[in-house]
């Protein structure tokens, strides 16, 4: 297990609560296969909906966690080689196939050490409860597809916004993300007229200090192809972990 093990936290950039949180997901269980750059491993307390995970980390590594069911209906054994596309070959070849992967953004030590000793300024607070007619409008104003891709609420664990001329112009909401882990998931959205002026960015940095100063670690998550996101989760500050798979809710396995 040293060796495996090794592959998280061989990433000293980021905070010990991810890389152990991520080094739970993936070697707690027997390991069937590893090499220098891909492991499996067999996981009979997975969930339903996790019953396969695909981490890819930056450094280029890929790790994968199945249940046992899923491992003898994918037909692995521990004799043979493996490879990432010999992998992914058996999946397919079995029907079981993978929701499409989410970037996973992390401030790194130095960067959350930058953030915590900065002043942000502008027109920025947390929201509450009473804000619900200034955030019912807001969200009146956006598209329901940028809705669905944001996932902000204002009955979340918590909310920031971003004002211009007594207008929310853009939102971030945090929930805990996992009952075991210090880890907070966010989402932001921007009205469309607001855009290109900073204020997500500026949100966005408000609502992680808080988080820290709350004990939890930000997490920021969007699709590949989703480019306008990724570019803010740069200009935020955070750094790319990996890219990480589930199985789709539509497999036929």
């Known amino acids: 297990m040293t060796n495996q093990t090794n592959q998280v936290s061989s990433m000293p950039v980021f905070s010990q609560t991810i890389t152990d949180f991520w080094r739970g997901q993936f070697f707690n269980g027997d390991v069937l296969y590893t090499d220098e750059f891909f492991t499996v491993a067999i996981n009979p307390e997975l969930d339903e909906d996790s019953r396969v995970m695909v981490l890819e980390t930056s450094d280029g590594r890929v790790m994968t966690v199945l249940t046992p069911a899923l491992a003898d209906k994918v037909g692995l054994s521990q004799q043979q080689d493996l490879s990432v596309s010999i992998f992914r070959q058996k999946l397919n ?6 929701h499409g992967a989410d970037y996973l953004f992390y401030f790194s030590k130095a960067d959350k050490n930058v953030l915590l000793q900065e002043n942000l300024e502008g027109e920025l607070r947390r929201l509450t409860e009473q804000d619900e007619s200034v955030f019912s409008e807001f969200t009146s104003s956006a598209s329901e597809q940028d809705l669905d891709d944001a996932y902000v609420e204002l ?33 932001v959205l921007t009205l469309s007229s607001f855009r290109g002026k900073g204020h997500a960015r500026k949100v966005v940095r408000s609502i992680c200090k808080y988080a ?40 036929t396995d």
């Not at 070849?93 to 993978?98: A, F, I, N, P, Y």
């Not at 664990?157 to 998931?185: C, H, K, T």
């Not at 004990?215 to 590949?224: A, D, F, S």
């Open 93 to 98: 070849e079995s029907g079981v196939t993978l």
């Open 155 to 187: 009955d979340h664990w918590a909310v920031f916004g971003s004002f211009e001329q007594n207008r929310l112009a853009s939102a971030a909401s945090m929930y805990p993300w996992e009952e075991d882990a210090q880890i907070a998931d966010l989402g």
């Open 212 to 251: 820290y100063g709350q004990g939890y670690e930000p997490q920021y998550r969007c699709q590949l192809d989703n480019h306008a996101s990724t570019a803010l989760a740069k200009a935020a500050g955070f750094t790319l972990f990996g890219k990480w798979e589930l199985i789709s809710p539509d497999s």
